[in-house]
Nanobody, 128 residues
Framework: QVHLVESGGGLEQAGGSLRLTCAASGRSLDFSVYHVGWFRQAPGKEREFVAGVNYWSGERRYYADSVKGRFTISRDNAKNSVYLQMNSLKSEDSAAYYC??????????????????WGQGTQVTVSS
């Protein structure tokens, strides 16, 4: 079992930056073997993929077109954490942000149904 907790959300002005953290915990957890994704959900909308990173070194990072060039996903396995650096924020980035994890099996995972473990979410609000 993997327990995920997101933090770092808040209110920010358009053009500003926020850094989200996804901290993982669990008995005998080896977080390095997990593929991690960030998703977001705005009121009345479906949950959508934002960014993903593969296991171990995390050299495979991929992004939704809407955030490419502005957001960066990274991981620190020693701290059992994955980060989402969000720059040049726009009002349309406002949403609840969730991190999710699954044992890595290669490939890319953009579908929320691919993930087994989820955090409770952190709210990001961007004022224009």
């Amino acid at each position: 079992q993997v327990h995920l907790v997101e933090s770092g959300g808040g209110l920010e002005q358009a053009g500003g930056s926020l850094r989200l953290t996804c901290a993982a915990s669990g008995r005998s957890l080896d977080f390095s073997v997990y593929h991690v994704g960030w998703f977001r959900q705005a009121p009345g909308k479906e949950r959508e993929f934002v960014a993903g990173v593969n296991y171990w070194s995390g050299e495979r990072r991929y992004y939704a077109d809407s955030v490419k060039g502005r957001f960066t996903i990274s991981r620190d396995n020693a701290k059992n954490s994955v980060y989402l650096q969000m720059n040049s924020l726009k009002s349309e980035d406002s949403a609840a942000y969730y991190c999710a994890a699954r044992l890595d099996s290669g490939g890319y995972h953009l579908d929320p149904a691919d993930y087994e473990f989820w955090g409770q979410g952190t709210q990001v609000t961007v004022s224009s």
